[in-house]
């Protein structure tokens, strides 16, 4: 069964660091989404992606984000000097018109 | 803005019983999403319900949608250790793509 594969399961990066967490989405989806979850609590929706631009993003998703599909497969989502508040779970997902399907997650942990 | 609530957020049962989910939701929509997550994983998908009225079932999970009450539920029967992980539910309120708000969660422990 296709699935959302991302990359890496685990990052440890310093505060003030510039980190990049992967996804490789579901090769005819055409929606691409990050989600982030702090550790014990709920998934929350950072950024939409289609047709090659951002669609829709929270109030989290501020100038320290930024998404890009850098070639046919890849989707990433980068943080710019990253705090210790970013430390979370990032979920990539993708979908067609319908449901969303996740990939594993990155953990991410700012020190 | 949409806030999707769910109840109970910690669920303990024994096995073989029987137990209710309850999602709400503040906006009208008709697109809600069962999702189910093990400790450190990611969010499987359960059960997709699209309009007023839909039931949908997979083996001991019922998952139901009343758009008009903005009410879902997942009613679990005959509870099996194995159900044991935390369930979300998540409401879509866009027509194409899905940007969903997620609960809070209710992390169900089945006991032996």
């Known amino acids: 069964e296709p699935e959302v594969t991302q990359t890496p399961s685990h990052q440890v990066t310093q505060m003030g660091q510039e980190v990049i967490l992967r996804c490789v989405p579901i090769s005819n989806h055409l929606y691409f989404y990050w989600y982030r979850q702090i550790l014990g609590q709920k998934v929350e929706f950072l950024v939409s992606?289609?047709?090659?631009?951002?669609?829709?993003k929270s109030e989290i998703f501020d100038d320290q984000f930024s998404v890009e599909r850098p070639d046919g497969s890849n989707f990433t989502l980068k943080i710019r000097s990253t705090k210790l508040e970013d430390s979370a779970m990032y979920f990539c997902?993708?979908?067609?018109?319908?449901?969303?399907?996740f990939g594993q997650g990155t953990r991410l942990t700012v020190v | 803005e949409l806030k999707v609530e769910q109840n109970p957020l910690f669920l303990s049962m024994q096995e073989g019983k029987n137990y209710t989910i309850y999602c709400n939701y503040s906006?009208?929509?008709?697109?809600l999403y069962w999702y189910r997550q093990d400790p450190g994983k990611s969010l499987e998908s359960l059960f997709v319900l699209l309009s007023n009225g839909a039931v949908k079932q997979e083996g001991r999970l019922m998952a139901s949608l009343d758009t008009k009450a903005r009410l879902s539920t997942l009613h679990i029967t005959a509870a099996v250790h194995d159900l044991s992980a935390t369930y979300f539910c998540a409401v879509d309120l866009t027509t194409s793509g899905s940007r969903l708000t997620f609960g809070e969660g209710t992390q169900l422990t089945v006991n032996p």
């Open positions: 997902a993708s979908s067609d018109e319908g449901r969303a399907f």
């Open positions: 992606f289609y047709n090659n631009e951002i669609s829709e």
């Open positions: 906006t009208t929509s008709d697109r």
